[in-house]
Every structure is written in structure tokens, then in C-alpha cells.
């Protein structure tokens, strides 16, 4: 069965500091697709990054980058340079026919 | 396309009462999801829709529960007999088809059951 593990509930890092948001999977798929959202207090969730299986390289947006390792089953989320903005829960999520998701990471971080 | 858009953001309803909510898609999208996420917690599926067709419904959906999509553009989520248990936010989604495409979030409708 298709499983996410979130396994940081909470994360306080200082302004201007990159954060690690950790993520595991488990699947017997050899095809799917990973994502990471973010979710502020607001409600929205919002669509931060996608790696695919099979892609070759660590998907990057901007300053959110994919760190994948597939033989691990990991896909950790990795902010570069945090801002005040970027507090909010995080979830990682795996696209089977409909999403699974993580229990999250609420990420708060300090001015 | 101002993307996907749900309808009441709100709502407070007393115990026993049926509620609707309504979701409009991002429009060339033709799978719309339902979730429902209570405080604290990821996102827990509720069922999605191809087009108008309803594929997947989740073992937790009680019979209370009914989603339509009837002409593969706008969808609606009833919850009958409303229980406490039922607050929580819905959020309904949309995505074009295939493994590799994000799926675009509505801003919910937060239930209030009392």
C-alpha cells in the first residue's frame, strides 16, 4: 500500500537559515509522482514542487529544491534561505490516482 | 481562469441538517478531487471524478456523503444528517490526467457542525 511519513511535527529555524523537511514514501509502483505543498494558516494549499520517478535529476523551483533519493525512498524538501513568509505546514504528498499525503510539518520561522 | 473556486468559504449548520458545497474547477481541468482535512492533519480523501464519471470513492465516506459532477464541469459535496464529527474543511482540487500533474487547490469550506 501507498504510505507518506512525515516524520518532523514541528520545525523552528532561524531567518536566512535553509531548512530540511524530511519525507519517506512507500510504494511498488515503479511510477509515480511526488509533490510537496504548503499550506498557511489562511487554509490554501498551495503547490510548491513535483519530482516524477523516473526524472533523472532533483526537481528546483526557485528556492525550493527536491532533494530525491530513490533506493531510499525519500524525497526531502529543501528551502533555501527561509524568510518569515515561508512559516506555514508543510505536506508531502504522492499522486496514486488521487494524492497521499503526509501528517505534515508545521515550519515556523524565527525573525 | 481564476482557478479553482469553492463555495460557501464558511459555513455553520446545526447537527441533523444537510449541507452543500459546490466547487468550479480550473476549467480544461478534467479531474476534480475531494478532501477533507480536520486541525492538525493532512488532507484524507473523499472520492474524485474523470470528467462526470465518480472513480474512486474513499471506505470512509459514509452514506451521508454524496458528490455529483453532472456534466464534467462543477461538482457538488453533500453531507446529510450532519454529525459533530463532520466539521472540519473541505477542500476540493482539480488536475489535468496523468501521474505527473499537480493538482490545483480551492480554498475550502470550513464546516462548523453544532
Known amino acids: 500500500a501507498q504510505k507518506i511519513t512525515q516524520t518532523q511535527p514541528g520545525m523552528f529555524v532561524q531567518e536566512k537559515e535553509a531548512v530540511t523537511l524530511d519525507c519517506t514514501y512507500d510504494t511498488s509502483d515503479p511510477s509515480y509522482g511526488l509533490f510537496w505543498y504548503k499550506q498557511p494558516s489562511s487554509g490554501e494549499m498551495i503547490f510548491l514542487i513535483y519530482q516524477g520517478s523516473y526524472d533523472q535529476q532533483n526537481a528546483t523551483e526557485g528556492r525550493y529544491s527536491l532533494n530525491f533519493q530513490k533506493a531510499r525512498k525519500s524525497a526531502n524538501l529543501v528551502i533555501s534561505a527561509s524568510q518569515l513568509g515561508d512559516s506555514a505546514m508543510y505536506f508531502c504528498a504522492m499522486r496514486y490516482y488521487q494524492l497521499i499525503w503526509g501528517a505534515g510539518t508545521k515550519l515556523i520561522i524565527k525573525p | 481562469d481564476t482557478g479553482v473556486s469553492q463555495d460557501p468559504r464558511h459555513k455553520i449548520t446545526k447537527r441533523g441538517q444537510n449541507v452543500t458545497f459546490r466547487c468550479d474547477p480550473i476549467?480544461?481541468?478534467?479531474?476534480l478531487y475531494w478532501y477533507r482535512q480536520t486541525l492538525g492533519q493532512g488532507p484524507e480523501f473523499l472520492t474524485y471524478?474523470?470528467?462526470?464519471?465518480?472513480?474512486?470513492k474513499s471506505r470512509l465516506l459514509s452514506d451521508r456523503f454524496s458528490a455529483e459532477r453532472p456534466k464534467g464541469s462543477f461538482s457538488t459535496l453533500e453531507i446529510q444528517r450532519t454529525e459533530q464529527g463532520d466539521s472540519a474543511m473541505y477542500l476540493c482540487?482539480?488536475?489535468?490526467?496523468?501521474?505527473?500533474?499537480?493538482?490545483?487547490f480551492g480554498q475550502g469550506t470550513r464546516l462548523t457542525v453544532v
Open positions: 471524478f474523470q470528467n462526470e464519471a465518480q472513480l474512486e
Open positions: 482540487a482539480s488536475s489535468l490526467e496523468g501521474e505527473n500533474t499537480e493538482a490545483f
Open positions: 476549467s480544461e481541468h478534467n479531474r
